[in-house]
């Protein structure tokens, strides 16, 4: 093999692919015309290149090039149609969903997820600290020692001795008492002050009228029936 | 074909977090109120029965709780007080006294509030949206009722301890009665 052989079959290969200088590409040529050994390999290489691409063709019509495409773009087309029906709340959740899930491929979703998570952690940790003591949930009062029973008038005058809480005082425990009835106009009294008279509290547990707070200035006299 | 998908469809979730967060800070916000209101309604012997301004269900509650000693109930004023936490409200009665409410604050589904007439101050609980009836003051000819309903608005905020208990009286000026239940 000359010495121009050898040079110019080192730029066959890149001649195929088309990457020659046109000066290279005009002496390849030149090469090529006069020299059967040069053209052979260019030749071979001609053939090796098209079985190749042949190959790869195929391997892309096996690996549904078209498919892919085909799949992307009928995504798109349900997003959009998703948005043009607008009154659709499923649809649009469907849609919404098919956004996010492309969208947290993005390099910045891990950044976006942290901190939507610090986001929650700091409100949940501000929301106890602001208000320890809520207790919402729990529909009783707080002193479940004032809380009257079925039957039982509700505490009028607890702090007054036992023998003058009159209709206040029963006696029973509260710990087997089963679910009372929700009565709309329940009433408890925590404590009286009274400079002058008497206060009563009525209350007919079994219905549910109002209390009546009674604030008696004068005592009734023998056979009286007092105000009322 | 280009995808679109606007930048801000992927912070989303964090947009939905914070307008979750949003509402609860403005509720915070918002100071408890209760709106007390208050019916005079003055009750005689006799004939006459329920005015007309008077329509149920408090109607049927006094009929039910007084009718039996009284046959005409009469409405003498109508009043509405807005009430924040820890404020008191007034007004006049017709019988020329007075009656304050404190709003104290919420436990529970209960309104505490302190009612106070000339010689008697009552702590009591209501349950939100109750009505109670405070009775015994002689007015004219017939007694004065008033018609108490209370409502709170905004949150409601737990009141952390239990208000201080009234001093006690001797027993003579406190003495219960029995035999007064309807």
Known sequence: ?228 | MTLRFPRTERFLPLLLLLLLLVPRGEARAAEPVAHCKVRVILAKKGEGGVDPAIRNPLKRYLTKSFGARYGAFELLDTRSMKIARGKRGEIPLPDGTWLRLTYLGNQGKFIKVSMEMPGVKTLIRIRDGGLFFQAGHRHKDGMMILAISATTTGKSTETPTRPRPAPRKPHHETKKKRGIAR
């Not at chain 1, 052989?5 to 890149?14: F, V």
């Open chain 1, 1 to 228: 093999m000359k010495g121009e052989c050898k040079q110019i079959r080192k730029l066959i290969s890149a001649y195929v692919d088309g990457e020659l200088s046109p000066d290279q590409k005009a002496r390849v040529e030149t090469e090529l015309t006069g020299c059967d050994d040069c053209r052979a390999e260019y030749e071979r290489l001609l053939r090796m290149r098209a079985l190749v691409w042949e190959v790869f063709q195929q391997d892309l019509r096996g690996a549904g090039e078209r498919s892919v495409w085909e799949g992307v773009e009928a995504r798109i087309a349900d997003i959009d149609a998703a948005r043009a029906e607008g009154g659709s709340w499923a649809a649009g959740i469907r849609g919404w969903l098919e956004r996010l899930r492309l969208g947290l491929t993005s390099p910045l979703a891990p950044a976006g997820v942290a901190a939507a998570v610090v986001t929650v952690a700091i409100a949940a940790v501000l929301m106890v600290l602001a208000n320890p003591d809520r207790t919402d949930t729990a529909p009783a009062p707080a002193h479940l020692d004032q809380v009257a029973l079925p039957g039982e008038v509700p505490a009028a005058t607890r702090d007054q001795a036992p023998e003058d809480r009159g209709l206040a005082a029963t006696g029973r425990r509260r710990d087997a008492e089963p679910e009372r009835a929700f009565r709309r106009n329940e009433l408890y009294v925590d404590s009286t002050d009274v400079d002058q008279g008497i206060v009563i509290v009525d209350v007919d547990p079994e219905a549910d009228t109002p209390a009546i707070v009674w604030h008696l200035q004068e005592e009734p006299e023998a056979g009286e029936d007092g105000v009322i």
